[in-house]
């Protein structure tokens, strides 16, 4: 059975540090007729779940804790019976979202997720936080990077537990040495692929941001 991406935008808000901004998130499914996973649960448990459509989720994978891509991880869990994963790194930011609910599992670097007879490997590409991740779908040409790159670079590193020299190392080793076809599927925004932004490294450390 033909695996395909699904996608849906849920809308909220995003709060770090004391501030709070409105925000669109992607939503990413990967799957057949029977069987997906969810990367990020950002604000609407029920458009994710309209999303499914009734498939088995066998894990919702976090590209990283902040509010806006987890919100709703718990209470997806509670829905579908699937395990929450997320890369230990980030469980500082995840205890402000869910203290008294833990992570089902862990994420790691080389982690292979299988899913409808394809794999995501997972790239731990810090930098956005400690323990953001991008999920490698090579079968597909296709790496679902979270806040890590955007169309137009980096994200964003601003505010706690985030550095903009670890995000650009992050980029230029582990997701521009990625096939120049391979399409982004970013966190936020629109899709691009990795041979459009690599051209523009070196304008982005020269932004400094």
């Not at 997720?113 to 394809?118: F, I, K, L, S, Y």
Request: aromatic share 4%; proline share 6%.
């Amino acid at each position: 059975m033909s695996v395909r991406v699904d996608h849906t935008v849920t809308s909220g808000t995003f709060s770090l540090d004391g501030q709070s901004f409105d925000v669109d998130n992607n939503v990413w499914v990967l799957g057949d007729d029977d069987e997906c996973v969810v990367i990020d649960a950002p604000h609407d448990v029920d458009a994710i779940v309209r999303a499914v459509g009734g498939r088995r989720v066998r894990a919702i994978l976090a590209s990283h804790a902040h509010d806006d891509h987890v919100r709703v991880a718990p209470e997806l869990a509670g829905a579908t019976g699937a395990p929450v994963l997320l890369h230990p790194a980030d469980r500082v930011l995840w205890d402000v979202v869910h203290p008294d609910r833990a992570p089902d599992g862990d994420l790691a670097d080389g982690q292979v997720v299988e899913v409808a007879g394809t794999t995501l490997r997972v790239l731990h590409t810090p930098g956005h936080s400690p323990g953001a991740c991008s999920f490698h779908a090579p079968d597909l040409g296709a790496v679902f990077t979270g806040d890590t790159l955007f169309a137009g670079g980096p994200g964003a590193t601003g505010r706690s537990y985030s550095d903009f020299g670890t995000i650009v190392e992050s980029i230029r080793t582990r997701l521009l040495t990625l096939p120049p076809q391979t399409v982004v599927h970013t966190g936020h925004g629109d899709s691009t692929t990795i041979g459009a932004e690599a051209p523009h490294l070196d304008e982005w450390i020269a932004r400094g941001h």
